[in-house]
């Protein structure tokens, strides 16, 4: 994981990702794939700032949210010191009690960086749901995603929250690792004021893009059966969403 997620500048992330995404449509796109499973108990993995974690509070009898960052968790209880936020790392879930519904999201599977990574948390996740509770998570789909930055290998992404207005150079470079569709990503963030460009940070990190084939195997592999699986357009990536349940 990169700088994006530490202290210098994890309250970029927070304000300018708001900017990147329609949380609250966000939100009912998850809740609408929770509520048909009739679901009380909800564990969001990632959950980073804590965007989505007022909303499941409301609607859902116990939620908790779990990140690896410490300081997105130091923002989430800041915006939301009612909300149950808890440090821990995806591949080593360990709770007493069962969830009904577990969720990864943000495209947070792409730090899983090899198939032990992902088999451990398709296995965690398994072990800490109730039988026949849904796992739902998102993939940037590797199909379209690489050819997308062989031909455009840099990008620039702007953001207004708050009246204030963010922008993020991105660049991007397939990896040559032969055995998984990885990409180095570098990205440097401004605030954008007045007629000023001031450089907020700059960030570089390693992340993974699926084919359904990879998500497919690991999947079945660690007892969960596929009950659908989307497309889905972000605002910067091309995404598959995985709707799975326990067997």
Not at 40 to 48: N, Q, S, V
Not at 60 to 70: I, R
Not at 150 to 158: G, T
Not at 176 to 196: A, G, P, R, V
Request: net charge neutral.
């Amino acid at each position: 994981m990169g700088e994006l997620y530490n202290e210098n500048l994890a309250w970029v992330y927070d304000e300018i990702y708001q900017g990147f995404i329609d949380y609250k449509a966000e939100y009912e796109f998850y809740k609408n794939l929770c509520n048909g499973s009739n679901s009380k108990r909800i564990l969001e993995i990632a959950c980073g700032t804590g965007n989505l974690a007022k909303s499941f509070t409301t609607d859902f009898s116990t939620y908790v949210g779990l990140d690896f960052s410490e300081s997105m968790l130091n923002i989430a209880k800041k915006k939301f010191p009612a909300g149950n936020f808890i440090q821990g790392d995806m591949r080593q879930l360990n709770f007493v009690k069962q969830f009904d519904n577990i969720l990864i999201t943000g495209r947070s599977t792409s730090y899983l960086l090899n198939s032990t990574d992902l088999k451990q948390t398709f296995k965690s996740a398994h072990t800490a749901l109730e039988d026949k509770g849904l796992f739902m998570f998102d993939c940037i789909h590797a199909d379209l995603f690489i050819p997308y930055i062989l031909k455009n290998s840099s990008v620039v992404h702007k953001s207004t929250y708050n009246k204030k207005q963010f922008e993020r150079d991105s660049y991007w470079v397939k990896n040559k690792n032969n055995n998984y569709h990885l990409i180095d990503w570098k990205s440097t963030y401004y605030q954008l004021k007045d007629s000023e460009k001031i450089v907020l940070g700059e960030d570089s990190t390693l992340f993974r893009v699926f084919t359904v084939k990879e998500i497919t195997e690991a999947l079945q592999h660690s007892g969960f059966k596929i009950l659908e699986i989307m497309d889905r357009e972000t605002y910067a990536f091309d995404t598959n969403v995985y709707v799975c349940q326990k067997k």
